[in-house]
C-alpha cells in the first residue's frame, strides 16, 4: 500500500537553511504537499507540487521531487525561530477519492 | 481565501454524553470533508470522508455509530461523537477539498478540536 515517510525530527541554527526530507512509495501520487504544524493547531498548506515538476519555489521555500528516487525536499531558506513545527509530507490518493497519505511528521527545531 | 473554521476549539465531557463538532468552509464550497484524529506527537489518522448529501466513508477500524458524520450542505461538516469515553479523548481536525482547478486538489485544515472526555 502507499506509505509516505519522514525523518522525525531536525535542529538548526536561526538563520541557518533547514533540509525536511520525504519518500513515498506509489508512483502514481499526483500531487505532493507539505503542511505546517504548530503547536496544539490545525495543518497549514505551505505549498504543493505537481508530480510532473521537479522544483517549485515560494519565497523562502523551495521543494524538490525527484519522481525515480520517489524522494521529495523541502529546503526553508534563512530559518527563523518561527518555523519551529511539526512539517509534514503528503501524497494524494491516486485514485483521486481526494485522500492524503501523510509521512508521520518532522519536527524542526530552531535554535537562536 | 481557503478558511476552514471548526467549533468548539476545545470542548470538556462526561463519560457518556455526546459531543457535536462542526466544520465550515468559510469562503469556499467543499463538495468533500475530511475527518481527522490526532494522538499527541503523531501523525493524522483519517477517520471518514463525508461527502455533500452522501452517507460517509469510514476508514477500517472506525466505528461508524459511535462518529456520526453529516454533510448537509457544501459549507458544513459535523462530526458528532456519541456516548463519549475517555479513550475518545483526542485532537479531531476537519478538512474541506473545494471545486476548481486548485482547490480541488486541495485539503485545507480547520484549527482542530481538543476533546477531553472526564
Same mark, same amino acid.
Given at each position: 500500500g502507499e506509505d509516505v515517510e519522514q525523518s522525525l525530527f531536525l535542529s538548526v541554527r536561526e538563520g541557518d537553511s533547514s533540509v525536511i526530507n520525504c519518500t513515498y512509495t506509489d508512483s502514481s501520487s499526483t500531487y505532493l504537499y507539505w503542511y505546517k504544524q504548530e503547536?496544539?493547531?490545525?495543518?497549514?498548506?505551505?505549498?504543493y507540487?505537481?508530480?510532473?515538476?521537479?522544483?517549485?519555489?515560494?519565497?523562502?521555500?523551495? #521543494?524538490?521531487l525527484n519522481k525515480k528516487d520517489k524522494h521529495l525536499s523541502l529546503r526553508i531558506a534563512d530559518t527563523q525561530t518561527g518555523d519551529s513545527a511539526i512539517y509534514f509530507c503528503a501524497e494524494s490518493n491516486p485514485g483521486?477519492?481526494?485522500?492524503?497519505?501523510?509521512?508521520q511528521?518532522?519536527?524542526?527545531? #530552531?535554535k537562536p | 481565501g481557503a478558511v476552514v473554521s471548526q467549533h468548539p476549539s476545545w470542548v470538556i465531557?462526561? $463519560? +457518556? &454524553?455526546?459531543?457535536?463538532? =462542526?466544520?465550515?468552509? %468559510?469562503?469556499?464550497? /467543499?463538495?468533500?470533508m475530511f475527518w481527522y484524529r490526532q494522538f499527541p506527537?503523531?501523525? %493524522?489518522? %483519517?477517520? /471518514? &470522508? $463525508?461527502?455533500? +448529501?452522501?452517507?460517509? &466513508? !469510514? =476508514?477500517q477500524g472506525v466505528e461508524k455509530d459511535?462518529? %456520526?458524520?453529516?454533510? /448537509?450542505?457544501?459549507?458544513?461538516? &459535523?462530526l458528532t461523537v456519541t456516548s463519549a469515553h475517555p479513550e475518545d479523548s483526542s485532537f479531531y481536525i476537519c478538512s474541506a477539498r473545494g471545486t476548481g482547478v486548485v482547490f480541488? =486538489?486541495?485539503? !485545507?485544515? +480547520?484549527?482542530g478540536t481538543r476533546l477531553l472526555v472526564l
Open positions: 503547536p496544539g493547531a490545525g495543518l497549514q498548506l505551505l505549498t507540487i505537481f508530480s510532473n515538476m521537479d522544483m517549485k519555489q515560494d519565497q523562502r521555500l523551495t #521543494v524538490l483521486n477519492t481526494g485522500k492524503l497519505i501523510f509521512g511528521g518532522t519536527t524542526l527545531q #530552531v | 465531557c462526561k $463519560s +457518556g &454524553t455526546s459531543v457535536k463538532i =462542526e466544520c465550515r468552509s %468559510l469562503d469556499f464550497q /467543499a463538495t468533500t506527537k503523531q501523525s %493524522l489518522m %483519517l477517520m /471518514a &470522508t $463525508s461527502n455533500e +448529501g452522501s452517507k460517509a &466513508t !469510514y =476508514e459511535k462518529f %456520526l458524520i453529516n454533510h /448537509a450542505s457544501l459549507t458544513l461538516s &459535523t480541488r =486538489e486541495t485539503q !485545507y485544515f +480547520g484549527p
